[in-house]
């Protein structure tokens, strides 16, 4: 038991605990398709916005964090912003909208890669993203899969079709 506890102690000892919250913040900005990005980028953009707007106390620390666990939350939202931008300007480059996920070239989103892509308030991608529903995240253009499977219907009847013939 003593060992297992000098253990424990060195490696949290030896951790760098800096290189692991750097890390993990910068993972929206990383190549190619990001689960995490997907999954955890909404949810933490928008409750960081939520707490700024309703309570005073809360946006002021968030305004000035006071710990490297707080700055590494924010560092995360703010380079989910940038990947949502970027993914969003891959999207307008190739002329497909939201619902369409785009793949983050090598070496990944640049960490200078403004927060706001929209071209002078250009927000128009040919009519891609006409289907919105109020309550999505107009803010923020996170990759949104298609939740509709309507356009798969005419698979099954064209195959019923098929067999009467």
Not at 26 to 48: A, H, K, N, Y
Not at 58 to 68: F, G, N, S, V, Y
Not at 96 to 112: A, I, M, N, Q, S
Not at 122 to 129: L, V
């Amino acid at each position: 038991m003593g060992a297992f506890s000098v253990m424990v102690t060195v490696s949290f000892m030896l951790t760098d605990i800096n290189k692991i919250l750097d890390k993990l913040s910068s993972i929206p900005l990383t190549e190619g398709q990001s689960t995490i990005s997907r999954e955890f980028c909404p949810d933490v953009v928008q409750s960081l916005r939520k707490i700024k707007a309703q309570d005073a106390d809360a946006a002021e620390i968030i305004k000035d964090p006071q710990t490297k666990q707080l700055q590494a939350v924010l560092d995360f939202a703010e380079n989910c912003q940038r990947r949502a931008a970027f993914e969003k300007q891959l999207r307008r480059d190739k002329g497909v909208g939201r619902h369409y996920p785009v793949d983050v070239p090598p070496p990944g989103v640049p960490l200078d890669f403004p927060l706001d892509s929209s071209l002078e308030g250009d927000d128009d991608d040919g009519g891609k993203d006409d289907d919105k529903k109020e309550g999505d995240n107009d803010d923020f253009d996170f990759y949104e899969p298609q939740q509709s499977t309507d356009w798969a219907d005419n698979f099954t009847t064209d195959r019923e079709d098929d067999k009467k013939s």
